[in-house]
Every structure is written in structure tokens, then in C-alpha cells.
């Protein structure tokens, strides 16, 4: 008779930039990966059903509740969780927009709320649109990020302290710094190449 095979298997996982390997029970969820083997508690646990937000991550840049994700099917994608936003003591812009204009209360959502926060700038960003997005065409471009379109995408997270005004705010700013920023870059890349251009004709003149 076959020996049962086992329930365990040795997995790595990619941590926000650190890998770390462990035993894990294919059974184990990533949530409790990371608040029980790796000490991540960042990522809360609420409902543990998926519907509250509160343990949200990003999955190579794409939100995902980690509840309802299995550790063993995470191996090999990029994880962020809460731990890795900031860059070290510097807070990302969407933690600074939560704190300048409290966009949390007891804080408990506060991880989730940031983690899908940073998915729903990139997805606006990106021209996804949302189910109360008007134009779907192409054409029509990206959507502005509106109070309605920032509480349509946020909807999977809730605040049972009712922050929702606050984080709407909080949203809202963040993405205005999102898109200052990568403004700021595109110039800066922008005038970079002309002035590579400039000097390229300037050694072609003197020679």
C-alpha cells in the first residue's frame, strides 16, 4: 500500500523584496502564513471570508484578499503586504494622505484600506474602469477619479468605525500626488533625452 502523501510542502515566498522559505500545511491560507509564520501581523485578520478587506495585499500589484488566498499558490509572485509600503522611515503617500487627513479611527482596516488604496491608483492610472464608470470606450479615455468612482473601487473594504469620508479624502489626495509625481518624472525623462539629443548634435557639429 502507497504511503499517503503528505499534507506539507517546503514553500518560498517573495515578501516585499525578501524571500522567506517555510513548511506550510497546504491547507494554510496567506494570511496566516504571514501573521503566523513570518510574524507579518500587519495584514489583519476580520471576517476571514473575503469580504471585509481587512487582510488586503497586493499580489504583483494587483489586490487580492489573503484570507481566500492559499500560501502554497503564492510561491514565486511579488507579495506586499503593509510592512513593505514605506520606504523605510519615509511613509508612502497614500499612508501620509491616511494620516494627514485621518482616514482611520481604531485602525484596525487601516492595512487593508492602504494596501487596496495603492491597487485602485494603479488601476485608475492604467485606464480600468469601474462599474459606475460612464464611458467604457477606449476613446474615452481614463475616467477622473471622482468621490463615486474612489467609493465604487474601494467598496470591498469596510470601516466599522465609518472613516469612509475621510478615506475617500484620503484616496483622492494620494492619487493627485500619484499622478504629480509621475508627471514630474515623464518632464524630467522627457528633458533628459533632449538634452542627451542637444549634445549628440553638438559632437556631430564639431566633428
Known amino acids: 500500500m502507497a ?18 522559505t517555510l513548511p506550510v500545511d497546504h491547507r494554510t491560507t496567506l494570511l496566516d502564513a504571514l501573521r503566523e509564520h513570518l510574524d507579518l501581523t500587519g495584514s489583519k485578520k476580520g471576517c476571514d471570508q473575503g469580504q471585509c478587506g481587512a487582510c488586503t495585499v497586493l499580489l504583483d500589484g494587483r489586490r487580492a484578499v489573503s484570507c481566500l488566498q492559499l500560501a502554497v499558490a503564492a510561491e514565486g509572485r511579488a507579495i506586499t503586504t503593509i510592512e513593505g509600503v514605506a520606504d523605510g522611515e519615509q511613509l508612502h503617500p497614500v499612508q501620509q494622505a491616511f494620516l494627514d487627513l485621518d482616514g482611520y479611527q481604531c485602525g484596525y482596516c487601516t492595512p487593508g484600506q492602504i494596501c487596496s488604496a495603492l491597487g485602485v491608483i494603479e488601476e485608475h492610472a492604467a485606464g480600468w474602469p469601474s462599474a459606475v464608470t460612464a464611458d467604457v470606450r477606449p476613446e474615452a479615455g481614463t475616467p477622473s477619479l ?45 528633458e533628459t533625452g533632449t538634452a542627451e539629443g542637444r549634445s549628440d548634435e553638438a559632437k556631430e557639429a564639431a566633428a
Open 3 to 20: 504511503p499517503a502523501p503528505s499534507t506539507y510542502s517546503v514553500i518560498t515566498l517573495n515578501v516585499n523584496g525578501e524571500k522567506y
Open 146 to 190: 471622482s468621490a463615486e468612482e474612489i467609493r465604487e473601487r474601494m467598496s470591498g473594504n469596510l470601516c466599522r468605525c465609518g472613516a469612509y469620508v475621510s478615506i475617500v479624502q484620503a484616496v483622492a489626495q494620494a492619487a493627485e500626488t500619484h499622478t504629480a509625481q509621475s508627471h514630474t518624472t515623464e518632464t524630467g525623462t522627457a
